[in-house]
């Protein structure tokens, strides 16, 4: 089992920045692939970002891209995401997720955090 808790949310206004960050317990975190996930209410939970297990490679959504860097410590078991140049469409609980491969499907992901809220005002 792996143990996944975010913080970092709030309420920024467009323009601004966020950094996300999601605390891993349990099994060793660096044999995980991670990702994060948005979901916006009344939508479908989508794919933010990925990054590989040594941190080398990673992947985003082409709405992020440019603007959202995602990395990881696996020193410190901990995953981020620095979120800029934020838009109020990036509004949306922001969840972090642990699996064995990069991609972008979320049922592919075995652990879950139980999310952080991200709000952006225009």
């Known amino acids: 089992q792996v143990q996944l808790v975010e913080s970092g949310g709030g309420l920024v206004q467009a323009g601004g920045s966020l950094r996300l960050s999601c605390a891993a317990s349990?099994?060793?975190?660096?044999?995980?692939?991670m990702g994060w996930f948005r979901q916006a209410p009344g939508k479908a939970r989508e794919f933010v970002a990925a990054?590989?297990?040594?941190?080398?490679?990673?992947n985003y959504a082409d709405s992020v891209k440019g603007r959202f860097t995602i990395s990881r410590d696996n020193a410190k078991s901990t995953l981020y995401l620095q979120m800029n140049s934020l838009k109020p469409e990036d509004t949306a609980a922001y969840y972090c997720?642990?699996?064995?491969?990069?991609?972008?499907?979320?049922?592919?992901?075995?652990?879950w955090g139980q999310g952080t809220q991200v709000t952006v005002s225009s």
């Open positions: 997720a642990a699996g064995p491969s990069v991609t972008i499907s979320a049922g592919r992901y075995n652990y």
């Open positions: 990054v590989s297990r040594s941190g080398s490679s990673t």
């Open positions: 349990g099994r060793t975190f660096s044999n995980y692939v």
